[in-house]
């Protein structure tokens, strides 16, 4: 089954995100389970909730890496639980678990996920107009792709949730590059 990862800002106490990010998010996840992917997730609020609920209400499989060791923290749309109590450093499981990932708008956690992805070889698709780095992550890469000069594996940008669904399932089936760390060599990384 190819694993699709959303990404993008969760939400704080007396924080909203814009509602078009959220409906964008949302769409992602239902075209995510409509094409017989999982889709995988930090599984709590905002945008992880969106794609979550979108695709939980398409009948899809949703996957949460959550940040937190209590899987009631989980929000209500993740069918499948892992309550890492690893903090942001479980961006590396829904970075690196998927075929593909999504980005919907996002703060620094998400970017971090993107260079996480990025240095696996993991294809990123990113939907312009959905705030964040989302919007601001252009103009900084090499060529309009590339986060540096190792070129590991493009970035792509999209104007809507539809085309996002449509590459990223295109792409999760490229061969992964990686940065051919140590790290990520033999059976643990492969």
């Not at 992880?48 to 695709?55: D, H, I």
């Not at 009948?59 to 109590?85: C, E, H, Q, R, W």
């Not at 996920?113 to 990025?118: F, L, N, Q």
């Amino acid at each position: 089954m190819i694993k699709i990862g959303v990404i993008g800002r969760s939400w704080r106490e007396g924080e909203y995100l814009p509602p078009h990010v959220l409906e964008v998010a949302e769409a992602v996840g239902r075209g995510v389970a409509e094409a017989g992917a999982a889709l995988v997730s930090g599984g709590t609020g905002g945008v992880m909730e969106a794609a979550c609920k979108g695709a939980f209400e398409a009948g899809g499989l949703t996957i949460g890496f959550l940040p937190y060791a209590d899987p009631a923290k989980a929000n209500p749309y993740v069918t499948l639980v892992f309550p890492t109590g690893m903090g942001t450093i479980r961006n590396v499981l829904t970075a690196r678990c998927c075929d593909a990932i999504v980005m919907v708008g996002g703060g620094v956690g998400t970017l971090n996920e993107v260079t996480i992805a990025y240095d696996s070889g993991v294809p990123t698709v990113i939907v312009q107009g959905t705030t964040g780095w989302a919007d601001r992550l252009g103009p900084t890469l090499d060529e309009g792709v590339w986060l540096d000069d190792r070129r590991v594996t493009p970035l792509s940008f999209v104007p809507d949730a539809a085309t996002a669904v449509v590459v990223a399932l295109e792409r999760a089936r490229e061969p992964r590059a990686g940065s051919r760390l140590g790290a990520f060599t033999g059976w643990a990384g492969q």
